[in-house]
């Protein structure tokens, strides 16, 4: 067809990241078009929050697609003390890129929403339609805040200047290269990490909150291969939710159970039930993408959970941490 022929210079922002990396490694092992070449960028290869310095790397990439994964990201406690900061650099991160991909002329931009920025509450379970009906989860507004307004400046560049600007909205992402930091971290590869210590120090191993919450998690390798299929075909403005089904939905405790068994700690397992649990659950529905992708497999969350405590203990000096 005639869009396999025309060159696409892909930029992907946030490309160091979690989900960059794994984007990053699904291209290179079975996605590369001939017509295709991908720019991976972290924030030493350009700050994002400068508008100037990201009008530079536009002139100088010229990038005719986008996926746009840069942001401040981090765990419920995280977010807890940091709302303001998670709001303005957001801010300014996604109108500095939005703004480019205008100015330069970008046929295409991807930009990444959450689960987690949904109306805190509301009915389940919660689809595409939603993001604006109520305010988010008081633990993290400016995140969610920040990321909403992405679907806003969408819907005003598409109307004003018949822009394609989309977003997609992933469920809670776990894999290789994650933010392994016992703080900042989000709560698999946190738990992941603190499994390994207690393991090796013979601790008991403390989990925040009483395990009761409910999630979905999504392997970065598969949300990987959504995200290039979106770029490629996904043509709405609207987002559309990049998540496991809501039959896959799993209790923190058994995530926890999951990790200890692919770590094999034998130890204590203890919940310190004084410590906050967050949204109870936030089901998200992936009928959407069923409609669109009827047959993708995800990787089993057990399977998935193997290969990233393997790639933690095998990666343990250098991870992020
Ligand atoms: P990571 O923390 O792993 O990666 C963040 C990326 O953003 C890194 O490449 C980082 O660069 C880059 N970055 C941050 N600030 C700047 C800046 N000022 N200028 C340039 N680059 C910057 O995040 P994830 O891969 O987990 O997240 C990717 C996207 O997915 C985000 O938009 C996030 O909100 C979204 N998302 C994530 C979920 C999750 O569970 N992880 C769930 C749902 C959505 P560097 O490496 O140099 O610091």
């Not at 030493?44 to 990201?73: G, W, Y």
């Not at 969350?301 to 203990?313: C, G």
Request: glycine share 6%; charged share 25%.
């Amino acid at each position: 067809t005639m869009s396999d022929q025309i060159e696409r210079r892909i930029l992907v922002t946030g490309g160091t990241g979690l989900v960059g990396k794994a984007i990053e490694q699904v291209v290179n092992s079975e996605g590369k078009k001939p017509n295709e070449s991908w720019s991976f960028i972290g924030s030493k290869d350009c700050n994002l929050e400068d508008e100037q310095a990201v009008r530079e790397l536009f002139s100088k990439l010229r990038p005719t697609h986008v996926i746009h994964l840069a942001a401040m990201v981090g765990g419920l406690f995280h977010n807890l003390a940091h709302n303001l900061q998670f709001f303005r650099r957001n801010m300014k991160i996604n109108d500095n890129i939005l703004a480019a991909c205008d100015e330069f002329g970008v046929i295409k931009c991807v930009s990444c929403l959450s689960t987690c920025i949904f109306p805190d509450k509301t009915t389940y379970p919660i689809d595409e339609t939603m993001v604006h009906l109520g305010p988010p989860h008081d633990s993290n507004f400016g995140y969610s805040y920040a990321k909403r307004m992405i679907d806003v400046l969408n819907k005003g560049y598409a109307q004003e200047k018949g822009k394609r600007f989309t977003s997609v909205i992933p469920c809670n992402v776990f894999g290789p290269h994650d933010n392994y930091n016992l703080q900042a971290g989000h709560v698999l590869p946190a738990l992941i990490h603190k499994a390994y210590v207690a393991k090796r120090d013979g601790t008991p191993l403390m989990v925040y909150g009483t395990g009761k919450p409910l999630r979905q998690f999504i392997y970065s390798l598969d949300l990987a291969k959504l995200f290039i299929w979106v770029m490629r075909e996904y043509d709405e403005i609207d987002p559309i939710i990049l998540s496991v089904g809501e039959e896959d939905e799993v209790s923190i405790g058994q995530a926890v159970d999951a990790v200890v068994k692919a770590i094999d700690f034998k130890g204590e397992i203890i919940y310190d039930k004084t410590k906050a649990d967050g949204q109870y659950k936030k089901t998200a529905s992936n009928a959407k993408l069923r409609k669109y992708l009827p047959d993708f497999k995800f990787t089993p969350f057990d399977v998935a959970i193997k290969q990233s405590v393997d790639w933690f203990v095998e990666n343990y000096e250098t991870a992020r941490k």
